[in-house]
């Protein structure tokens, strides 16, 4: 057995340290091997918008956008985000700033415990900006991944189909 393969006795991983831009922002953190990026998000950011969930990739509660894509953070060690840039959905807007996609799911009930809102409103801006006058079924294509428990769907659905809208009246303004 070579020094590398060697077991800790002590039975802890050494810290690994992590370079991340969190939400625009240069981040350094200290993470072991085995420890997932939803983890580090949440405890050592503090960034508690980005929620832990079934810890198998199936609810979206977890969900980020990592180098310009949305992934479910409970499935990737933290350790893979090296030098990546991250987004959470604490940086999608600000209670007296809400982006237009979080003006719509408020507008038309599009959550009631607010606990799957990461995916689908990261699955939202995605779907919007490749698809900027999604049909119905392509919006349920797009939030296929995110378990919501409370609502029938419906409202989420509406409140994508209004957001839509509401990014193309931006758009169509000059607006970001």
Known sequence: MSVAETPDPTGT???RRLTLTVNGRPREVSCEDRQLLVEVIREQL?????H???LNGDCGACTVELDGRIVKSCL???ASAEGAEITT????GSPGDLSPIQEAFWDNDGFQCGFCLPGHLFAARELIRSHPDPS???IRQAIAGNLC???GYQRIVASIRDAAARVRGCAAA???
């Open 13 to 15: 991983a050494p810290a």
């Open 46 to 50: 503090n960034l508690k918008g980005t």
């Open 52 to 54: 832990v969930g079934c």
């Open 76 to 78: 990737l060690l933290a």
């Open 89 to 92: 959905v604490d940086a999608m």
């Open 136 to 138: 119905d079924d392509e």
């Open 149 to 151: 428990r409370c609502t």
């Open 174 to 176: 000059g607006e970001s």
